[in-house]
């Protein structure tokens, strides 16, 4: 997957949190490389290779000084644009090199999230328009890492057909097995992928999820993608009530992967169901704990997922995942 790197750079990747950067520097890795991250004093997040231009050291070990980076090693500070604007051991008047500056990365903060590209970006951001309307409230959830590859993560991303397997702790029917015929097509948001309906326990938190109704009850979701690794799928309840679920995962390496999802709702997530409790709490524990049963699962598979078409045996319900595999193959051969 190493390969794939080089292409994989020119696009976005959630990296962190916007929370994250709200008690200091951050550092993160991404294709194996490591990057460190600051607010500077205009209010604008840096984004630069996580090694001091004069002797390498981390600068995420050092010290934010009104919006600027000070290296724990010799001093050096870092400003806006990662600009070298000190070295403390050069005499007065002496030009501080050129080289001395940082080279920052694109860097963007949406949904969120802080996005980083570390090439030239081919693309824009996944778009989410349930972010502008005034009718859904968002909710974050933060970064996780997990030691499964990227492609395995986005194959789960697009597969329904676990369901009652995996999820048989949270919402699955194990008894709900089949999944009817998938039409593949272009989805809002410029996602690509499939409409379906789906049976699912409506119990405890599900309830109160859905808004309500019977205790097993049908909702019509849609599941896509964009390149390279995103997924948006939208859950339409009986009850009137509109979920969208944004998931992205980021390779730090071959196997290892940055994790995290975002939830859009169209009621007032702020409603208490008891003391103390909110729709918005409940909701989010049981992402979480679906989350989970996916990582659990996962983190047992080894390597990147086999791009090859025949290497896996596909049926009829992994035909958004091939299609995935067949744009995702040709974009790193690119």
């Not at 194990?174 to 992928?193: A, F, H």
């Not at 390279?228 to 992205?248: A, C, D, I, N, R």
């Not at 290892?256 to 989010?284: C, H, Q």
């Amino acid at each position: 997957m190493a390969d794939s790197f080089d292409v994989l750079g020119d696009y976005w990747h959630a990296v962190a949190t916007s929370a994250s950067l709200e008690s200091g520097v951050f550092s993160v890795r991404l294709m194996q490389k490591d990057y460190v991250l600051w607010r500077s004093s205009d209010a604008q997040i840096v984004a630069a290779l996580d090694s001091c231009t004069h002797r390498q050291a981390p600068l995420s070990k050092g010290t934010l000084e009104n919006g600027c980076l000070r290296c724990p090693y010799h001093g050096w500070l870092f400003g806006n644009e990662g600009h070298c604007l000190e070295v403390p051991s050069a005499s007065e008047g002496l030009p501080i090199p050129p080289k001395a500056n940082l080279s920052p990365f694109f860097v963007e903060e949406k949904y969120g999230l802080i996005w980083m590209c570390p090439g030239k970006p081919r693309t824009s951001i996944p778009e989410v328009s349930a972010d502008s309307d005034e009718s859904f409230t968002r909710i974050n959830t933060d970064m996780q890492i997990w030691n499964v590859d990227s492609t395995r993560m986005i194959d789960n991303m697009l597969d329904i057909s676990h369901f009652p397997y995996t999820h048989r702790g949270t919402f699955g029917i194990e008894q709900e097995t089949v999944v009817p015929k998938i039409k593949l097509e272009q989805l809002d948001d410029n996602y690509y992928g499939y409409g379906y309906e789906v049976k699912i326990n409506n119990v405890g938190s599900t309830k109160i999820m859905s808004g309500g109704g019977s205790d097993v009850i049908k909702l019509f979701m849609t599941t896509g993608f964009t390149l390279p690794f995103s997924v948006l799928s939208t859950m339409s309840y009986e009850t009137g009530v509109e979920q969208k679920l944004f998931m992205t995962a980021a390779p730090i390496e071959e196997g290892r992967s940055i994790y995290t999802f975002v939830l859009w709702r169209n009621d007032d997530v702020e409603t208490l169901v008891e003391p103390g409790r909110t729709i918005a709490n409940e909701v989010l524990e049981l992402e979480l704990a679906v989350v989970l049963e996916d990582q659990m699962m996962l983190e047992k598979l080894q390597g990147q997922l086999p791009l090859k078409r025949g290497e896996l045996v596909d049926v009829q319900s992994d035909k958004p995942s091939l299609e995935w595999r067949r744009r995702y193959k040709e974009l790193v051969s690119s």
